[in-house]
């Protein structure tokens, strides 16, 4: 992936809308993209038109096949989170998508489409929440951006990590907001779990409802099938300093010490967070 100066990118909301209150927000994000030497371009639904709503699911998958199709449209960003992502996922055309390959980013409820649409084509997609080129970190996160989108560099893509158990793993990656993933069980858009790294991170919730997550997935075979597990942040449990930690919680559900887990704080919702690469291979090795 390589963009250059002057190529158009597409600004959506897949999943809650943005309140009238982040206008502001908003419109520093466009002009920082344009300082960078993008057109950026939004999509109509991206603030609320009622309590949480920007549009229809049929409006919003629309507006996101709209950027797919259009050719001129080089990369799609998703500034959206909340809970009604998965809502357009039954809108979208996937052979058009397919046939239309192009770097789509977000985080968050975003998960359910990055993971269906790697489902439904193979194409990969991008967990980053580009509104962090805006925040408390935006001078480190501007700087990966180019180097990575504008350079083919690796800065927003590597990361540090630990091993918790195991020291090297190797797969495809699935995953993303632990709770919003599972959304896709039970659905045609779930990915195959066979041989892949499964990434989770959170954003709120204490170790009561990591517990209940983790119990789901492995209630669903998940921890048989895959090759190892990355653990991104979980905000608030560790603002809080919770214990047990997410690590030993993870341990413990998935009761194999033959299985690889490694933790970093750098892929999340944090604002320094960097990105991970949903449908793409990946191997961690312990230094």
Known sequence: ??????????????????????????????????????????????????????????????????????????????????????????????????????????????????????????????????????????????????????????ALFDFDYAFLQGSRMEGVVVGGNIRCFLKLAGTPYLPDFSEKLLFLESYSGGADRMVSLLNQYRQMGVFDKINGIILGSFTKMEEAEEKPEIGDLVKEVVRNEAMPIVKTREIGHGPDSRAIVIGMPLTLEAN
């Not at 992502?85 to 390959?101: G, H, I, M, S, T």
């Not at 439904?120 to 990575?148: A, C, M, V, W």
């Open 1 to 154: 992936m390589k963009l250059k100066a002057g190529d158009k990118v597409g600004i959506v909301a897949c999943s809650n809308a943005q309140p009238a209150a982040n206008r502001t927000h908003v419109e520093k994000l466009l002009e920082t993209l344009r300082q960078a030497g993008l057109d950026p371009v939004c999509s109509p639904y991206i603030f609320e038109k009622s309590r949480f709503f920007s549009g229809t699911a049929q409006e919003k998958a629309r507006a996101l096949m709209n950027f797919y199709s259009d050719n001129g449209t080089k990369a799609i960003f998703d500034i959206s989170g909340g809970d009604l992502a998965n809502e357009v996922l039954e809108y979208l055309d996937y052979q058009v998508l397919k046939d239309n390959a192009k770097p789509f980013f977000g985080y968050s409820d975003v998960t359910a489409v990055i993971n269906a649409i790697y489902k439904e084509t193979g194409h990969p997609g991008y967990l980053y929440q580009i509104r962090n080129l805006i925040y408390d970190f935006r001078i480190e996160q501007l700087s990966r951006f180019k180097d990575s989108l504008f350079q083919d560099g690796r």
